[in-house]
């Protein structure tokens, strides 16, 4: 049996390393086939999860800008508060010297015509500063009541723009916006 077997492959070999060749090509291209699938699948997955990568990149983007457009808002809306405020506050007092100065200078001109032989200046005798140098009266260094009024108008001004560039300086641009 052995020997007719040897003998029918001496015979018809070639066939016989033809249909394998033919069976081994066949079931290579099977297995390419198969690596091919699975490296498409791959390829799809990947280019999916590209996709959502880049989706998710443009949310979060888009989210941090309207976060930052929000942010802007606030703050924004903040410092205008902030600054009505301290103008409202520097009005209101600005307002309130004037009238002192402007009720001072009433009384200083009633006082004077009152009493015509002071020479106009309303105010009650009494000691000031001594003089500091020879050629100066005492009590010659106080300002006049309009001078005194800037002065106090400049400080007024001052302040609220230190009250000012201090609650400007809290308000807080990286704070987390409510949702």
């Given amino acids: ?55 998710n990149h443009k949310a979060a983007t888009a989210e941090a800008r309207r976060l930052d457009v929000q942010n802007v808002a606030r703050v924004q809306a903040d410092q205008s508060k902030i600054t009505e405020e301290i103008v409202d506050g520097y009005e209101a007092r600005l307002a309130d010297a004037r009238a002192r100065a402007a009720a001072a200078e009433r009384l200083r001109a009633k006082t004077a015509a009152a009493n015509p032989s002071r020479g106009g200046d309303a105010e009650v005798p009494r000691a000031g500063p001594a003089a500091e140098s020879v050629d100066q009266a005492p009590g010659e260094d106080r300002l006049s009541p309009s001078d005194a009024l800037t002065c106090t108008e400049q400080a007024l001004q001052l302040d609220s723009l230190i009250d000012w560039t201090e609650a400007q300086a809290l308000v807080d641009f990286n704070a987390e916006p409510s949702p």
């Fill in 1 to 55: 049996m052995i020997a007719v077997a040897l003998a029918f492959l001496r015979r018809n070999w070639k066939p016989l390393v033809i249909a394998a060749a033919i069976g081994f090509l066949a079931m290579s291209n099977w297995l390419l086939r198969a690596e091919l699938a699975t490296r498409t699948a791959e390829l799809t997955a990947e280019q999916l999860n590209h996709l959502a990568t880049v989706a």
